[in-house]
Every structure is written in structure tokens, then in C-alpha cells.
């Protein structure tokens, strides 16, 4: 899970250049969707998970929002993003 997170800040958090145009956006956007579908799908394992635990992270209530690109959009998924590395991180110290 720990190179989960790590993937995410390098790829997502830091991506270079940040996502500027609706295109770029767009981008980002599929490629959250696509890591939060494969650490979900790694949650899943209940050998070392628990059905909890995949909840935890898939299932988000209120969102506290993050102001960082000056874009309503990617700042909506980035407080996403955030509020999800969070809980992975809970995730691995329960583990």
C-alpha cells in the first residue's frame, strides 16, 4: 500500500506539468479513478484485509475541500485524493 501512496503523490499530487486545460483535467481525473480501482481492488484481498478496511477507503462522507490549482474541479478530486491517502495510511497502521 505504501507504493500506492507513493505512486499517487508522484504521479497525481506532483504530476509535471499540473493539469491546466479541461483536457488535462480530464486525464487526471481517469487516472485517479484508475488507481483508486486498483487499491481497492489490492484492499479486497482478504487475506491481509478487511472488508473494512476496502470500505474505509472506497466510501467517503463529507470532503473537506483543499484551494491548491485554483481549479474548482481538480481541487474537488485533489481534496479527494487527499482524504484518500489519509485513510491508506490508516489502512497500513492497522495492519
Known amino acids: 500500500m505504501a507504493d500506492r501512496i507513493d505512486w ?3 504521479n497525481l499530487l506532483n ?3 499540473p493539469p491546466k486545460t479541461t483536457a488535462e483535467v ?5 487516472d ?9 481492488g489490492k484492499l479486497g484481498n482478504r487475506v491481509f484485509f478487511t472488508r ?4 474505509h477507503f472506497d466510501t467517503l462522507g463529507f470532503v473537506e475541500p483543499v ?4 481549479n474548482p474541479e481538480l481541487d474537488r478530486l485533489l ?7 489519509e485513510r491508506l495510511r490508516d489502512v497500513i497502521s492497522w495492519a
Open 67 to 70: 484551494v491548491v490549482s485554483g
Open 79 to 85: 481534496s479527494q485524493l487527499r482524504m484518500k491517502i
Open 52 to 55: 473494512a478496511d476496502q470500505l
Open 15 to 17: 504530476r509535471k506539468p
Open 8 to 10: 499517487a503523490v508522484q
Open 26 to 30: 480530464a486525464q487526471w481525473e481517469r
Open 32 to 40: 485517479y479513478n484508475d488507481w483508486c480501482v486498483d487499491v481497492s
